[in-house]
C-alpha cells in the first residue's frame, strides 16, 4: 500500500512540475515571437544589417517598473532598438548566449528613474548596452559592440559572444573565480 502511494505521489509531482515548465515556456515563446518578429521586420531595408533571430529564443520584454525590480535583484539585460544596427549586431551575438533570460527594453523607452540607477554606475545609454546585475548591484556591463557599426566579422562575433558569456556566468553563478580555494 505504501508504494502505491509513493508511486502515486510521485505521478503527481511529475505532473504539476510539468505544468508550470509548460506555462513558463508558453509566456516566454510569446516574447520571443515578438522579439524575432521586431528585430527581422527590418531586415529587407538598406539601412539596416539583417538579424537572424532563433524561434525559442530567451529575449523577455519588461516594462521600467519591472526593470528597477531587476536592478534591484539578478539578472542578465539588454538596452536596445531594433532601429539601431549596434543593437542588431548585438542581437546577432546575444541569440546564442546560454542565458536562461535576456531581459529586454528599447532604449527609447528607459525612463528617468532607470535612467538615474543606470548614470550612477557610469552607464550613459548613448549606446545599446548588455548588463550583468547581482544582487542589486551591477557587476558588468559592455556598451556598444566596441566595434564598427557594419555587419561584425565571425571573429567579432566570438570575441564579442566571450564577454557576453562572461557575464551571464557571473551573473548566473556559473563563473569561475580565480581566488577561490576549490577548484572551478
Not at 515563446?29 to 529564443?57: A, G, H, Q, R
Amino acid at each position: 500500500m505504501k508504494k502505491v502511494v509513493k508511486i502515486l505521489l510521485c505521478i503527481i509531482l511529475l505532473f504539476s512540475l510539468c505544468a508550470c515548465k509548460k506555462e513558463s515556456t508558453k509566456t516566454n515563446n510569446v516574447d520571443s515571437s515578438k522579439f524575432k518578429k521586431e528585430y527581422e521586420s527590418l531586415n529587407n531595408k538598406d539601412e539596416y544589417i539583417t538579424v537572424s533571430v532563433k524561434e525559442n529564443n530567451y529575449f523577455v520584454y519588461v516594462d521600467n517598473k519591472k526593470l528597477s525590480s531587476l536592478l534591484n535583484d539578478s539578472a542578465f539585460i539588454f538596452i536596445g532598438s531594433a532601429t539601431d544596427n549596434e543593437s542588431r549586431n548585438m542581437v546577432n551575438v546575444l541569440d546564442y548566449v546560454n542565458a536562461s533570460a535576456i531581459y529586454y527594453i528599447d532604449i527609447n523607452s528607459v525612463n528617468d528613474d532607470v535612467k538615474t540607477i543606470l548614470s550612477n554606475n557610469n552607464i550613459s545609454l548613448n549606446k545599446p548596452v548588455v548588463l550583468g546585475v547581482l544582487d542589486g548591484k551591477i557587476i558588468e556591463y559592455k556598451e556598444g559592440t566596441g566595434f564598427a557599426s557594419n555587419e561584425l566579422t565571425k571573429e567579432e562575433q566570438s570575441d564579442l559572444k566571450l564577454i557576453y558569456d562572461n557575464i551571464n556566468a557571473k551573473v548566473s553563478g556559473d563563473a569561475c573565480d580565480i581566488d577561490a580555494q576549490d577548484d572551478c
